[in-house]
């Protein structure tokens, strides 16, 4: 719910895009500290990064009326947006909302083609298999272009 918050003028950011985010918001969370923001599994598919329990977290907030989906068409694709119809409170610590924000911050421009491009590069899912878990553990492979750690550094 924080991310569309944040990305609720993105009118490219339907379901991949956001699947696409938390993977990274864990990912990057994990590299740094050791443990998942969210407590998520994600499972490297064939249309991209599903946590394991989106759909049923969607279903709740929705049948709870907190949210809504909606089928957009997007040029050639259907897209998969959903809405928030309150406006909720969070209780992040700065250390989560600065992972949080610099994930959002650097993927939110990107469409579901673009994401899942990069996505595919990044050594936890280029290690699990189609249908697999995603080891989180591979984040300390990655390179500069994907380690948190080291874009940090390189933007100071």
Avoid: W
């Amino acid at each position: 719910m924080y991310i569309l918050t944040k990305t609720y003028d993105k009118p490219h950011l339907g379901k991949t895009v956001l699947c696409s985010i938390l993977y990274f918001i864990d990912s990057n969370y994990y590299e740094l500290y050791g443990e998942l923001l969210t407590k998520e599994t994600y499972i490297k598919s064939k249309k991209g990064i599903k946590p394991k329990h989106f759909n049923e977290i969607t279903n709740e907030l929705i049948s709870k009326k907190q949210l809504f989906m909606r089928k957009e068409p997007y040029y050639q694709r259907t897209l998969y947006r959903y809405y928030l119809t309150i406006i909720p409170t969070f209780s992040f610590s700065q250390r989560e909302l600065d992972i949080i924000n610099f994930s959002i911050m650097r993927l939110s421009g990107n469409n579901a083609s673009t994401i899942l491009k990069y996505a595919i590069r990044d050594p936890p899912l280029m290690m699990a298999d189609f249908g697999e878990d995603i080891d989180c553990r591979y984040v300390f492979s990655r390179n500069s272009k994907y380690s948190i750690g080291k874009i940090k550094q390189a933007n100071k």
